[in-house]
């Protein structure tokens, strides 16, 4: 990484460690608890690059987990992948990370406990078609929430199980869950890259201008186009 990425990266863990720090809801089946940072966490991708951003999202919640003294169970591995991925999803461009989300409903599919609970995956073809429109941030950040969800669901259904009825349960709390964590990834974004563009006047910190995104800054053109 160049100085850039390395300054940046040191803000975003600083501000990841703080997000973690906020509960929003419990996990379903676990006593586990979703954070802010699952609003901050895909933006990374953005600034980083998909590699790098899933990197630092790695990086972040390592080092929660090592501040906090968390055991290293199943469910805090397994939530790993998915963050990850979600950062990839969001820093990347290309159309074609679409294939996530039929994968994903294949494999649920596959198993005996998802097959009774076929409607549950037909949810991910929302964020298959947002995915074409990814310039829109709006529906980057859909697909990247429902990337981690689609992702989560699978490792957790193989993993942990569930009763097909529970499954079908969680369809309208996926829908709110999911919209809520979308407008924060939205808000996130657009928050943390115009305050980005803002700090960059700041000669300590003007070697990043070069990572803000000139089209998620919060101005008529953004919400014109880009919103």
């Known amino acids: 990484m160049d100085k850039r990425k390395i300054l940046f990266s040191i803000i975003f863990t600083i501000l990841g460690l703080i997000a973690f720090q906020v509960s929003i809801d419990r996990i379903v089946g676990s006593n586990q608890n979703f954070t802010l940072f699952e609003f901050l966490g895909p933006i990374g991708g953005m600034f980083l690059g998909p590699i790098l951003g ?22 805090t591995i397994i939530r790993f992948l998915p963050a990850m991925l979600a950062a990839a999803y969001f820093g990347l461009k290309q159309k074609k990370t679409a ?14 406990i998802g097959r009774q609970a076929w409607m549950y995956p037909l949810i991910w073809l929302i964020p298959f078609i947002a995915t074409f429109g990814k310039k829109r941030l709006i529906f980057n950040s859909l ?22 009825a529970i499954w079908m349960a969680l369809i309208p709390v996926v829908f709110m869950e999911r919209g809520l964590f979308t407008l924060g990834i939205w808000l996130s974004c657009l928050v943390f890259n115009t305050g980005l563009d803002k700090l960059t006047n700041l000669k300590i910190v003007s070697s990043l201008k070069p990572l803000v995104n000139q089209n998620y800054l919060i101005t008529r053109k953004f919400f014109k186009s880009f919103a």
């Not at 039929?102 to 005996?112: A, G, K, R, S, Y």
């Not at 697909?143 to 942990?160: D, K, M, N, Q, R």
């Open 99 to 112: 294939i996530i989300f039929p994968v994903c409903i294949i494999l649920f599919l596959l198993n005996p």
């Open 54 to 75: 899933a990197v630092s999202a790695f990086f972040v919640r390592a080092l929660n987990l090592i501040i906090a003294r968390q055991p290293l169970d199943l469910l």
């Open 143 to 164: 697909g990247a929430t429902f990337c981690a969800h689609a992702v989560g669901s699978v490792i957790f259904l193989y993993s942990f199980g569930l009763t097909p």
